[in-house]
């Protein structure tokens, strides 16, 4: 059994709030952290936590972002009705029945790297002028010209009914 830490389990949560359609940037990580908790854990915490979770293969680099892998999503199963703390009491406990399978890729995430995004972070939500603002989520390329639900123009029905 490995030791287990409450840092582990935030960025964990942390991750599966902010790496849902795609691999979560840094900065969109610690937004999904300022999210869940009240105090964000250290800068020096947060690379320890990352250095871990690569090392047991639950996280891994993809796209210039961070995703879960297949074995992370059993560790965060339980109920999604639990408030913070109860998810990551669960996830804790998850964790350390966790048995780590072979040998991962290990990705360095510097300290210097998470004090940027802190600070990116920061400047965003003082601008937005909103506590725990995320970042704004690409927008998918619409077709000019076109919109869902208009594929014929408007007949009345007395027209669509005479066929002679």
Same mark, same amino acid.
């Given at each position: 059994?490995?030791? %287990?830490?409450? =840092?582990?389990? /935030?960025?964990? *949560?942390a991750l599966?709030? +902010? !790496?849902?359609?795609?691999?979560?940037? $840094?900065?969109?990580?610690?937004?999904?952290v300022d999210? #869940?908790?009240?105090?964000?854990?250290? +800068? @020096?915490?947060? @690379?320890?936590?990352?250095?871990?979770?690569?090392?047991?293969? *639950?996280?891994?680099?993809?796209? &210039?972002?961070? #995703? $879960?892998?297949?074995? +992370?999503?059993? /560790?965060?199963?339980?109920?999604?009705?639990?408030?913070?703390?109860?998810?990551?009491?669960?996830?804790?406990?998850?964790?350390?029945?966790?048995? =780590?399978?072979?040998?991962?890729? $290990? %990705?360095? %995430?510097?300290?210097?790297?998470?004090?940027? !995004? %802190? $600070?990116?972070?920061?400047?965003?939500?003082?601008?937005?002028?909103?506590?725990?603002?995320?970042?704004?989520?690409?927008?998918?390329?619409?077709?000019? &010209?076109?919109?869902?639900?208009?594929?014929?123009?408007?007949?009345?029905?007395?027209?669509?009914?005479?066929?002679?």
């Amino acid at each position: 059994m490995h030791p %287990v830490q409450n =840092v582990d389990a /935030i960025l964990l *949560l942390a991750l599966s709030h +902010a !790496a849902k359609r795609r691999p979560a940037e $840094l900065i969109e990580i610690i937004a999904a952290v300022d999210l #869940t908790l009240e105090a964000r854990p250290p +800068a @020096s915490k947060l @690379s320890e936590s990352f250095s871990r979770l690569f090392e047991y293969g *639950l996280i891994c680099a993809q796209d &210039g972002g961070y #995703t $879960l892998t297949p074995n +992370a999503l059993p /560790i965060l199963s339980g109920p999604k009705k639990a408030n913070a703390q109860e998810r990551i009491q669960n996830i804790k406990k998850n964790l350390a029945a966790y048995r =780590v399978k072979g040998e991962h890729e $290990l %990705v360095s %995430v510097e300290e210097k790297q998470i004090a940027e !995004a %802190v $600070l990116a972070h920061q400047s965003t939500r003082r601008s937005a002028g909103k506590k725990n603002m995320l970042m704004p989520k690409p927008k998918p390329v619409e077709e000019p &010209g076109k919109r869902p639900g208009q594929s014929k123009p408007y007949q009345p029905f007395s027209a669509r009914r005479r066929k002679d």
